[in-house]
């Protein structure tokens, strides 16, 4: 078992910014990719955007400019940087990892961000 362990969320107000960490641990072997996704009110999981072990970028329907996703620090840590948050960026938003050559997907538990307007 894999436990991603995540970050930032909160109670912010709109217009202001907030940056998402997930941290996977040093043993959880080879990560293939590594994203972030949220689940806003009333609408499923979607896909923000994730990075492979090679470093290309998918984007999702989740996508936004004011979103930047980025690894640094430590190599096993994953940000996300939101700017601008509006009321509609509320919801919880979760990191997960494929790994191994399984790609095996391990999920965090997520974190609440709410937007006040």
């Known amino acids: 078992q894999v436990h991603l362990v995540e970050s930032g969320g909160g109670l912010v107000q709109a217009g202001e910014s907030r940056r998402l960490s997930c941290v996977v641990p040093e043993s959880a072997g080879h990560i293939n990719v590594r994203g972030w996704h949220r689940q806003t009110p009333g609408r499923q999981r979607e896909l923000i955007a994730e990075?492979?072990?090679?470093?290309?970028?998918n984007y999702g329907d989740a996508m936004d400019v004011r979103f930047t996703i980025s690894t640094g620090g430590s190599e096993n840590t994953l940000y996300l940087q939101m700017n601008n948050l509006k009321p509609e960026d509320t919801g919880v938003y979760y990191c997960?990892?494929?790994?191994?050559?399984?790609?095996?997907?391990?999920w965090g538990r997520g974190t609440q961000v709410t937007v006040s307007s």
């Open positions: 997960k990892v494929n790994i191994g050559w399984s790609q095996q997907e391990y």
């Open positions: 990075v492979t072990y090679g470093g290309t970028v």
